[in-house]
T-cell receptor, first 114, second 113 residues
């Protein structure tokens, strides 16, 4: 069975903290993505990666960075957490064809920044 | 620029009745269209996709979707709704020119017993 796992289901952090969200997939997928999901806004792409050590900004990259040192792992970093980053964060992976392959999603991390 | 619209925030339907969840899109070039479902406190699950070929696409759990190029729509349908179909549904579009997918804002489906 295809699997995307995220390090935490729920996370509570303080303003200004550095936050790491980890995502691991076991499908040997080239592409990995980080989204945030907010009510009424759907899913918005933060960053994506189409290969190890490669990363590209999505639609809302401000305040975030990413790391992809190994093919199976894609980390999202909040350099200095702020209350407006309170959200549900979803990781996804897919096969390499641009735009054509379905994405497999992790269960999500609900982050609260106090 | 790519965009996806799901015009209804919520759709209510009685169990056993047919359901439709609407999606329209805008993309330059050939569109690749997807439907996903999200149950409470879960990630998204893939339902079906249109890449090319037949305009009627069949997917998981008895869902199907109809691609209409002239109306730029990709509505999700099911002939007979179940209470267990109640969830949040997302339409998404991709294109061969980019790794990015654009998601709609989601439609909450409530199937009433």
């Amino acid at each position: 069975d295809v699997k995307v796992t995220q390090s935490s289901r729920y996370l509570v952090k303080r303003t200004g903290e550095k936050v790491f969200l980890e995502c691991v997939q076991d499908m040997d997928h080239e592409n990995m993505f980080w989204y945030r999901q907010d009510p009424g806004l759907g899913l918005r792409l933060i960053y994506f990666s189409y290969d190890v050590k490669m990363k590209e900004k999505g639609d809302i990259p401000e305040g975030y960075s990413v790391s992809r040192e190994k093919k199976e792992r894609f980390s999202l970093i909040l350099e200095s957490a702020s209350t407006n980053q309170t959200s549900m964060y979803l990781c996804a992976s897919s096969f390499p064809r641009k735009g054509m392959d379905e994405q497999f999603f992790g269960p999500g991390t609900r982050l609260t920044v106090l | 620029a790519q965009s996806v619209a799901q015009p209804e925030d919520q759709v209510n339907v009685a169990e056993g009745n047919p359901l439709t969840v609407k999606c329209t899109y805008s993309v330059s070039g050939n569109p690749y269209l997807f439907w996903y479902v999200q149950y409470p406190n879960r990630g998204l699950q893939f339902l079906l996709k249109y890449i090319t070929g037949d305009n009627l696409v069949k997917g998981s759990y008895g869902f199907e979707a109809e691609f209409n190029k002239s109306q730029t729509s990709f509505h999700l349908k099911k002939p007979s709704a179940l209470v267990s179909d109640s969830a949040l549904y997302f339409c998404a579009v991709g294109s061969s020119g980019t790794y990015k997918y654009i998601f709609g804002t989601g439609t909450r489906l409530k199937v009433l017993a």
